[in-house]
């Protein structure tokens, strides 16, 4: 018998084992670590699996990790969990395997895992404490309640009467930043006691950070940045910091983090939410260390939490508007924040790439609803059911469409190439190959699209034939490839005609000192320094964005010694 839910209260989330020899040992493994959070179901029979899974869609009561047997009752455990699918999209999907069946078990499962036919397999408990075991089942769980499947913390408060682009704006900055966030009507409890305080003519919409009764309307991402973090003024008027790393993404953290371990006063300044372009992907699974893969925003928070606890500090939400080089106190240069300043010894550029704007007037003007530029994970709740289309070829684009896939009744990529092989990593064009609710359309472009008030349909053509086809459309991601976000920068430092930064030998020859070009990772300026995907040859990469960021760090060492003397 299923657990009753109290009224007013939301749902337990369900674990589902399936299985024969093993299942009991399984249940007995996850009930005694989970059974208080999660209801722990293990149907017998195939019917009996439909039957419970059709009660559990009809209650609306989510699954958040359906666990199968190896081979459970003589058919392939990841064709089972494919069968059952379409009762739980957004579940995880474990292969447990007895300890005797493991070694023969695990070139098939590697193979399974590559295509995106499940989450994860692990080796049943041979004794108590596995904690190896735990830590995955763990970590499985935290994912699936923060890629916006489920949540029981209220968190912040929204006050927002319906979409719009600052509530998709700040809801994107709240969830990568890993704040936990729920929107409530104007006419709700919540709504009815904010507006009381703040008054019924506030502009929406209106947040209520948690256990506080202080109210922000409509606030900017410099706004959010200072709840968490603070301002520029904070930094104080005469301070000078040995490092300013002006962007968030991986260059910029990993940076932060060596240079700051390494005892140098290291400033993170980025105009948006920590973590930059990567911090938006669902899902990294080829980053060394992380063999069950990781999301960029869960990457971005533990890299930020490793550089805060070396003592680097952070400016987050507030915009780099210019760069005075040598302005500042003994030569340093100053990094300008609109009205304010913050200085800097050396300077490291790590703004990355912003992702290019489609050019269709009425997209643009549906921002916000329904039209999206990346931020597939914070708005993946609003897609249940629908038909949605991802624009791109790369990483990003197939991150967000496996991702998304897991809440959309479809998801529907559309490149520009004739496939995917020269832009996308070969493990994610499996994944999307073998992922029944993502379909490719190549050589295809979106030229028009509209609705009330919402993203409603789409015009595609077909670039071979030239024909035009309208189709209904509920979500559009555009994830269309790299463009520089360096404006903010004073011509002394060199760029290329797309207006990358340049580096090392990269340089103009000109500018060269002694005939020698500058270090690897040096710009045409003493002092500025260029890492990840902002500079001109790099990778695009997070791994090798990470290299270059901590690369950096002995040129900075070497700088301050250069002026020191």
Same mark, same amino acid.
């Given at each position: 018998?299923?657990?009753?839910?109290?009224?007013?209260?939301?749902?337990?989330?369900?674990?589902?084992?399936?299985?024969?020899?093993?299942?009991?040992?399984?249940?007995?493994?996850?009930?005694?670590?989970?059974?208080?959070?999660?209801?722990?179901?293990?149907?017998?029979?195939?019917?009996?699996?439909?039957?419970?899974?059709?009660?559990?869609?009809?209650?609306?009561?989510?699954?958040?990790?359906?666990?199968?047997?190896?081979?459970?009752?003589?058919?392939?455990?990841?064709?089972? !969990?494919?069968?059952?699918?379409?009762?739980?999209?957004?579940?995880?999907?474990?292969?447990?395997?007895?300890?005797?069946?493991?070694?023969?078990?695990?070139?098939?499962?590697?193979?399974?895992?590559?295509?995106?036919?499940?989450? !994860?397999?692990?080796?049943?408990?041979?004794?108590?404490?596995?904690?190896?075991?735990?830590?995955?089942?763990?970590?499985?769980?935290?994912?699936?309640?923060?890629?916006?499947?489920?949540?029981?913390?209220?968190?912040?408060?929204?006050?927002?009467?319906?979409?719009?682009?600052?509530?998709?704006?700040?809801?994107?900055?709240?969830?990568?930043?890993?704040?936990?966030?729920?929107?409530?009507?104007?006419?709700?409890?919540?709504?009815?006691?904010?507006?009381?305080?703040?008054?019924?003519?506030?502009?929406?919409?209106?947040?209520?950070?948690?256990?506080?009764?202080?109210?922000?309307?409509?606030?900017?991402?410099?706004?959010?940045?200072?709840?968490?973090?603070?301002?520029?003024?904070?930094?104080?008027?005469?301070?000078?910091?040995?490092?300013?790393?002006?962007?968030?993404?991986?260059?910029?953290?990993?940076?932060?983090?060596?240079?700051?371990?390494?005892?140098?006063?290291?400033?993170?300044?980025?105009?948006?939410?920590?973590?930059?372009?990567?911090?938006?992907?669902?899902?990294?699974?080829?980053?060394?260390?992380?063999?069950?893969?990781?999301?960029?925003?869960?990457?971005?928070?533990?890299?930020?939490?490793?550089?805060?606890?070396?003592?680097?500090?952070?400016?987050?939400?507030?915009?780099?508007?210019?760069?005075?080089?040598?302005?500042?106190?003994?030569?340093?240069?100053?990094?300008?924040?609109?009205?304010?300043?913050?200085?800097?010894?050396?300077?490291?550029?790590?703004?990355?790439?912003?992702?290019?704007? !489609?050019?269709?007037?009425?997209?643009?003007?549906?921002?916000?609803?329904?039209?999206?530029?990346?931020?597939?994970?914070?708005?993946?709740?609003?897609?249940?059911?629908?038909?949605?289309?991802?624009?791109?070829?790369?990483?990003?684009?197939?991150?967000?469409?496996?991702?998304?896939?897991?809440?959309?009744?479809?998801?529907?990529?559309?490149?520009?190439?004739?496939?995917?092989?020269?832009?996308?990593?070969?493990?994610?064009?499996?994944?999307?190959?073998?992922?029944?609710?993502?379909?490719?359309?190549?050589?295809?472009?979106?030229?028009?699209?509209?609705?009330?008030?919402?993203?409603?349909?789409?015009?595609?053509?077909?670039?071979?034939?030239?024909?035009?086809?309208?189709?209904?459309?509920?979500?559009?991601?555009?994830?269309?490839?790299?463009?520089?976000?360096?404006?903010?920068?004073?011509?002394?430092?060199?760029?290329?005609?797309?207006?990358?930064?340049?580096?090392?030998?990269?340089?103009?020859?000109?500018?060269?000192?002694?005939?020698?070009?500058?270090?690897?990772?040096?710009?045409?300026?003493?002092?500025?320094?260029?890492?990840?995907?902002?500079?001109?040859?790099?990778?695009?990469?997070?791994?090798?964005?990470?290299?270059?960021?901590?690369?950096?760090?002995?040129?900075?060492?070497?700088?301050?010694?250069?002026?020191?003397?």
């Amino acid at each position: 018998m299923m657990r009753v839910t109290p009224p007013g209260t939301r749902p337990t989330p369900v674990i589902l084992v399936l299985g024969s020899d093993f299942r009991q040992a399984m249940v007995d493994v996850l009930t005694q670590r989970y059974g208080r959070e999660y209801e722990i179901l293990a149907p017998s029979s195939m019917e009996e699996t439909i039957e419970v899974l059709t009660e559990l869609r009809t209650g609306q009561r989510p699954v958040a990790l359906a666990a199968c047997e190896f081979f459970a009752g003589g058919e392939k455990a990841t064709h089972l !969990l494919a069968k059952l699918q379409k009762f739980m999209p957004s579940a995880r999907r474990l292969v447990y395997v007895p300890a005797q069946r493991f070694r023969g078990a695990v070139r098939q499962l590697h193979e399974s895992l590559a295509e995106g036919r499940l989450d !994860l397999y692990l080796m049943l408990p041979q004794g108590p404490r596995d904690e190896e075991f735990h830590t995955a089942i763990a970590e499985t769980l935290s994912d699936w309640a923060q890629s916006g499947s489920y949540s029981e913390i209220d968190g912040t408060r929204i006050i927002a009467d319906g979409p719009s682009p600052d509530l998709a704006r700040i809801r994107d900055f709240l969830d990568r930043m890993g704040l936990p966030n729920t929107v409530h009507a104007p006419d709700s409890p919540a709504g009815v006691a904010a507006l009381a305080v703040a008054g019924p003519d506030t502009p929406l919409p209106l947040l209520q950070a948690p256990n506080d009764d202080s109210l922000l309307s409509n606030p900017s991402n410099a706004d959010l940045g200072a709840v968490l973090y603070g301002r520029p003024t904070d930094i104080g008027e005469d301070a000078v910091c040995d490092l300013v790393v002006v962007g968030a993404g991986p260059a910029g953290l990993a940076a932060a983090v060596y240079a700051a371990s390494e005892g140098l006063d290291t400033l993170v300044i980025d105009q948006g939410p920590i973590g930059g372009q990567a911090g938006t992907s669902s899902m990294i699974r080829n980053y060394l260390g992380f063999p069950r893969g990781i999301s960029g925003m869960r990457l971005a928070q533990r890299a930020r939490s490793q550089a805060v606890r070396f003592g680097a500090r952070f400016l987050a939400g507030q915009e780099v508007t210019g760069l005075r080089l040598g302005g500042g106190p003994e030569g340093s240069h100053v990094i300008e924040l609109g009205e304010e300043t913050v200085r800097g010894r050396s300077v490291l550029i790590a703004t990355g790439v912003d992702y290019r704007r !489609l050019g269709v007037e009425a997209l643009e003007g549906l921002v916000g609803r329904g039209v999206n530029y990346g931020a597939a994970v914070s708005t993946s709740r609003e897609v249940k059911h629908k038909r949605v289309f991802v624009v791109g070829g790369g990483n990003s684009a197939g991150q967000a469409a496996v991702h998304l896939s897991r809440f959309a009744q479809h998801v529907t990529m559309l490149v520009r190439r004739g496939d995917l092989a020269s832009s996308m990593s070969s493990y994610l064009i499996r994944e999307i190959e073998g992922n029944p609710r993502v379909t490719v359309r190549p050589r295809t472009m979106v030229t028009d699209g509209g609705g009330e008030g919402h993203l409603e349909w789409l015009n595609l053509r077909d670039l071979d034939s030239g024909d035009d086809e309208r189709v209904d459309a509920a979500g559009l991601y555009l994830l269309l490839g790299a463009q520089p976000t360096c404006q903010w920068l004073p011509t002394d430092v060199a760029r290329d005609e797309r207006g990358f930064v340049l580096s090392g030998a990269d340089t103009p020859w000109q500018s060269w000192q002694g005939g020698r070009p500058p270090a690897p990772y040096a710009t045409t300026v003493p002092g500025v320094f260029v890492a990840g995907d902002i500079r001109c040859g790099s990778m695009k990469r997070v791994a090798s964005a990470s290299g270059e960021g901590a690369g950096v760090v002995p040129l900075v060492h070497a700088h301050l010694a250069s002026v020191a003397n």
